[in-house]
């Protein structure tokens, strides 16, 4: 037996390995997962321009890359984001991600924008949710959507927290 964290768009991929894997999972966590998916998926070409820009300034422009995402960021996520350790971290974990290129990250993004195709009715172990109610790039309204679907979801809205709220956070949320 084990336990899940979905962080960001983790999120799905917890909750269909708990879907799937039933007694084995003992419970997931997800923070600041994404919305259930409404709609249309964004165009594959923005995804593709928008991940290699990324890509492009976490490996060649660190600086620009961080002044770039701190420029929409909400001011819990410019705190979170103030140590040099906390930059690195998210640095790293970028750098990671496009480690193969931008292709996997755009496609990743247009995946996300689908339907996710999870059972949430089966998922029968604890799932706590844990939203920053300053994230950004999810809504409020969405996790509790999706911590509503499932059968023993609870939802946490953490009311001085961005995106990077786990940064800081992460003994709470892993106790």
């Keep these: 037996r084990f336990a899940l964290l979905g962080f960001a768009e983790g999120g799905p991929y917890a909750l269909a390995c708990a879907s799937v894997l039933g007694e084995m999972v003992s419970g997931t966590t997800l923070v600041a997962a994404p919305e259930f998916p409404s709609g249309s998926p964004p165009g594959g070409f923005a995804s593709n321009v928008a991940a290699s820009l990324t890509s492009l300034l976490a490996r060649r422009a660190p600086a620009l890359y961080f002044r770039r995402l701190l420029r929409g960021a909400a001011p819990a996520d410019r705190a979170a984001l103030a140590t040099v350790a906390a930059r690195q971290a998210v640095l790293r974990s970028v750098r990671e991600a496009f480690r193969h290129g931008s292709r996997g990250v755009a496609e990743e993004s247009l995946l996300i924008a689908r339907p996710w195709g999870i059972?949430?009715?089966?998922?029968?172990?604890?799932?706590?949710?844990?939203?920053?109610?300053?994230?950004?790039?999810?809504?409020?309204?969405?996790?509790?959507?999706?911590?509503?679907?499932?059968?023993?979801?609870?939802?946490?809205?953490?009311?001085a927290g961005g995106r990077y709220w786990l940064l800081n956070n992460a003994a709470q949320v892993l106790g």
């Design 119 to 159: 059972d949430l009715s089966a998922i029968h172990s604890p799932v706590s949710h844990w939203q920053p109610a300053d994230d950004r790039a999810t809504s409020v309204a969405g996790p509790g959507t999706l911590a509503a679907a499932i059968p023993a979801g609870v939802l946490t809205i953490t009311p």
